[in-house]
């Protein structure tokens, strides 16, 4: 009964490859959002999405593109990966954008 | 632009001690200010918010306070104990009134140890 779950929770991979961050939130929300947790402990956010459509894009490489298939999936697609994609990246969800955030639990991407 | 500054980590306090993390903010506008808590292994919870200037947020004994003549909103709390061991974040949201949270500026986090 989780209410944002991401997986993988850990992921490894090499330099130029291509790998995706699946989430999912079971709380009715509309809003979705991804941010990034570098290595110094910064959260940023990358994108957020309000009814499958996307109102935030900060700076973030077009490598990143994230994809919602419906209001309860909110997935991030990296291409090209590179080492300073290394990070923790969470998932968040709320009712609206004036309500409170809910995180996932993050997943660890290490580049390698 | 907007940005949050919060005391560096570890800290390190015995079971019932006096929390203090100082947190200062750098905004045009209005901001609402929050406070979120990771624990270990889990993703960010909202612990307490202030939508404006002298609002006071509480939560599981936590307060802090919304001072705009000082840009702070320090969290305390009067006696810890060992399960409030986490990171802390302090937090913006740049959309002004309404404590929209579409945009969340985080300071750095302070992580807490507690010690019985």
């Known amino acids: 009964d989780t209410a944002v779950s991401q997986t993988p929770k850990y992921l490894v991979t090499q330099m130029g490859n291509d790998k995706s961050i699946k989430c999912e939130q079971n709380l009715g929300h509309d809003t979705m959002y991804w941010y990034k947790q570098d290595s110094k402990k910064f959260l940023k956010i990358m994108f957020s999405?309000?009814?499958?459509?996307?109102?935030i894009n900060e700076t973030v490489p077009n490598r990143f593109s994230p994809k919602s298939p419906d209001k309860a999936h909110l997935n991030l697609h990296i291409n090209s990966l590179e080492l300073g994609d290394s990070a923790v990246y969470f998932c968040a969800s709320s009712q609206d954008r004036n309500s409170p955030l809910h995180f996932g639990n993050g997943t660890r991407l290490t580049v390698t | 632009g907007d940005s949050v500054t919060q005391m560096e980590g570890p800290v390190t306090l015995s079971e019932e001690a006096f929390l203090t993390i100082n947190c200062t903010y750098t905004?045009?506008?209005?901001?609402?200010l929050f406070w979120y808590v990771q624990y270990p292994g889990e993703g960010l919870q909202l612990l307490l918010k202030?939508?404006?200037?002298?609002d006071k947020g509480s939560n599981k004994g936590f307060e802090a306070t919304y001072r705009k003549e000082t840009t702070s909103f320090h969290l305390e709390k009067g006696s810890v104990q060992v399960s409030d061991s986490a990171v802390y974040f302090c937090?913006?949201?740049?959309?002004?009134?309404?404590?929209?949270?579409?945009?969340?500026?985080f300071g750095k986090g302070t992580k807490l140890s507690v010690k019985p």
């Open positions: 937090a913006l949201s740049d959309r002004g009134y309404g404590g929209s949270q579409g945009n969340l500026i």
């Open positions: 202030a939508t404006k200037a002298d």
């Open positions: 999405y309000n009814n499958k459509e996307l109102i």
């Open positions: 905004a045009t506008g209005y901001p609402s």
